[in-house]
């Protein structure tokens, strides 16, 4: 099946820096992404949606000024934790949609870690 | 709230039981899909059924999906202790290609 890829699968950072995560769509082209948070023992929960050629909408609650995304081709989404702090060490996950076979793909996610 | 609901929240049986997990939800969908979860890892794919499937197998699992009641079930046939995991449900919701994540069954399987 179709594969997506995130990069890095891990990341260890102090507070204050800001961290950029790559999302990719291997063999296939991705219109639309998907980006998406889980703390520890708790569901994902949808950040935003990342449409190519356009700006990013946002799920209520999610400061857009603190995670930029930027879904600049059709097989690479990015997401950047701004400023980042202790309370945004989670484990990011971004999603791909293939519109051709109308199904969602999902990257191994990444973990950050906020010193 | 964005997400469903799942029950139970925790289940723990002995290998070789069935394991049954309920999912609700709350808009109208196109499809909905279960997916595993090692602790700590990505998400495994599981199973997609349409909003218009009432009933899908593969290997050991099990997925209804009723619609009127806004509700799918996941049972897993004959557990190992490697089917250890929590298990997600998640809907697209109606029209916005947007996964919409349960709140999730951890499962346990003792040997």
């Known amino acids: 099946g179709a594969v997506v890829s995130q990069h890095p699968s891990w990341v260890i950072c102090k507070s204050g820096t800001s961290v950029k995560i790559e999302c990719r769509s291997l063999?296939?082209?991705?219109?639309?992404m998907f980006w998406y948070r889980q703390f520890p023992k708790q569901s994902l929960m949808l950040m935003a949606t990342?449409?190519?050629?356009?700006?990013?909408?946002?799920e209520q609650g999610v400061e857009k000024d603190k995670f930029l995304i930027n879904h600049a081709s059709l097989t690479l989404s990015t997401l950047t934790v701004t400023s980042a702090h202790p309370e945004d060490s989670s484990f990011y996950i971004c999603?791909?949609?293939?519109?051709?076979?109308?199904?969602?793909?999902f990257g191994p996610g990444t973990r950050l870690t906020v010193l | 709230s964005q997400q469903g609901e799942e029950d139970p929240q925790a289940l723990s049986i002995q290998e070789g039981e069935n394991a049954t997990m309920n999912c609700s939800y709350k808009?109208?969908?196109?499809?909905l899909q279960w997916y595993r979860q090692n602790s700590g890892r990505g998400l495994v794919h599981l199973i997609l059924?349409?909003?218009?499937?009432r009933e899908k197998h593969s290997g050991r699992l099990r997925v209804t999906l009723d619609t009127s009641k806004k509700s799918s079930s996941l049972l897993i046939t004959a557990s190992r202790a490697a089917d250890t995991a929590s298990y997600f449900c998640?809907?697209?919701?109606?029209?916005?290609?947007?996964?919409?994540f349960g709140t999730g069954t951890r499962l346990k399987v003792l040997a």
């Open positions: 999603s791909a949609r293939d519109s051709i076979s109308d199904t969602q793909y």
């Open positions: 063999d296939f082209q991705a219109t639309t």
């Open positions: 990342s449409n190519e050629g356009s700006k990013a909408t946002y």
């Open positions: 808009t109208s969908i196109n499809n």
């Open positions: 059924i349409r909003s218009n499937e």
């Open positions: 998640a809907t697209d919701r109606w029209r916005t290609y947007k996964y919409i």
